[in-house]
């Protein structure tokens, strides 16, 4: 991190108050805008202006950072578009800076005259179309969709993970939720959305180790999404709900392989929980990830889901442990997967959590739209946590 981010991001609340929101070294406003210039740096670094993220060879990639780079601080994003992905992120962020759900439709459809080159997907185009027939006014309106389980929700949803606490834990699942589905209305689509929102929020909090997460978002998050979509949504429940049971049991799945998953009642016992620790293979270099993530592929593209991107991206964050940055964009970024969005939602992440700690500076320095994020941050700091 920069001086002059250093100097934007002081905070200007007493000092006691900064000891409160100290995680790792960070304030709560230094780790928002780590959370999002990060989420934009893995953006950039997974999408290498289109070439890494639809390469198909996990191989292929790592060779040609040592090619090209040498290593990752050789990889400067000056010249490195963000993708769709990141667009659509800062998208949401400045919805949620106005009236939210009908300035979203609002500023997707905007967003949309900034998509050239930035590869965005069809289910996400599809979404705005419908917004761009029907008006702003009907984003409430978009079908139930079984195509839409894309990540195309998963990937923009880390920046409402700043409505941190207790208390915006509904609006959280209800703005993660209903953004997805203006584009997205299926729940793996609209489930990961809410994933990559809520953990971005617990990251923030800093309260819930992340080998926590897991059993967290099943037994105190994932009850209540279920009553909001139930009762309060009142939207194609009956189209739904087994799909919404097919999500939880694919996270109960990766939980399970990484002796992270607890029972709803063991859930109860708090030395069960405070002893959970991942556990990975004794050999887990890139073969052995591949063929692991494939297990959870839609169509053999591993993180291209809405339920697999924010997997993929949890065991990253899992795997390459505290402040261990190179790791982790080794792991999210450079990989035969959809690796701009991976990447994006796991760095997103890593800076809520771990601030900038250890990160390359070349890699957020000259990142594209830095401006607009550093501003965003701010305001959004302000909105929600002020």
């Known amino acids: 991190m920069n001086n002059s981010d250093q100097e934007l991001f002081h905070s200007s609340s007493s000092v006691k108050q900064a000891v409160m929101d100290n995680v790792n070294g960070y304030t709560l406003k230094e780790r928002i805008l780590a959370s999002l210039l990060l989420a934009a740096a893995g953006d950039a670094i ?60 609002k500023e997707y459809l905007i967003c949309w005259n900034d998509m050239y080159g930035r590869a965005p997907g069809p289910t996400c185009a599809r979404g705005v179309d419908f917004i761009r027939e029907n008006g702003f006014d009907y984003w409430f309106a978009y079908p139930y969709d079984k195509r839409g389980g894309g990540n195309g929700g998963s990937m923009r949803a ?82 739904m709900k087994d799909s919404v049971t097919h999500f939880e049991n694919v996270f109960k799945t990766y939980l399970k392989d990484r002796s992270l998953f607890l029972e709803e009642g063991d859930f109860k016992n708090e030395e069960l929980v405070n002893n959970l620790k991942p556990s990975f293979p004794s050999r887990y270099g890139i073969d052995e990830r591949d063929v692991y993530y494939k297990k959870f592929a839609y169509d053999g593209w591993y993180g291209a889901s809405g339920d697999d991107s924010v997997i993929i991206a949890y065991d990253s964050v899992l795997y390459s442990g505290a402040n261990n940055y190179e790791n982790l964009i080794l792991q999210a970024c450079l990989n035969a997967g959809d690796s701009d969005s991976i990447g994006s939602i796991a760095a997103a992440w890593y800076g809520g959590r771990y601030g900038f700690n250890n990160v390359i500076e070349s890699h957020i320095k000259n990142i594209e739209k830095k401006g607009e994020i550093e501003q965003i941050a701010q305001k959004l700091h302000h909105l929600y946590q002020e």
């Not at 990559?196 to 997460?213: C, D, M, R, V």
């Open 46 to 105: 997974g999408f290498r202006n289109g070439s890494w993220e639809f390469t198909k060879n996990s191989h292929s990639i790592h060779n040609e950072l040592k090619h090209y780079y040498g290593n990752l601080n050789g990889i400067d994003t000056k010249n490195w578009r963000v993708s769709d992905d990141t667009v659509m992120h800062l998208a949401t962020m400045r919805a949620m800076i106005n009236p939210l759900m009908k300035e979203m439709a």
């Open 158 to 239: 880390m920046g409402i993970g700043i409505m941190t606490g207790k208390e915006r834990r509904d609006m959280l699942i209800a703005t993660s939720i209903e953004s997805a589905r203006l584009t997205h209305n299926h729940p793996t689509g609209f489930l990961g959305s809410l994933v990559s929102a809520l953990f971005t929020s617990y990251a923030l909090e800093g309260k819930i180790p992340p080998a926590q997460w897991g059993v967290h978002f099943l037994y105190n998050d994932m009850p209540r999404a279920r009553v909001y979509l139930q009762t309060v949504a009142q939207r194609d429940w009956k189209e």
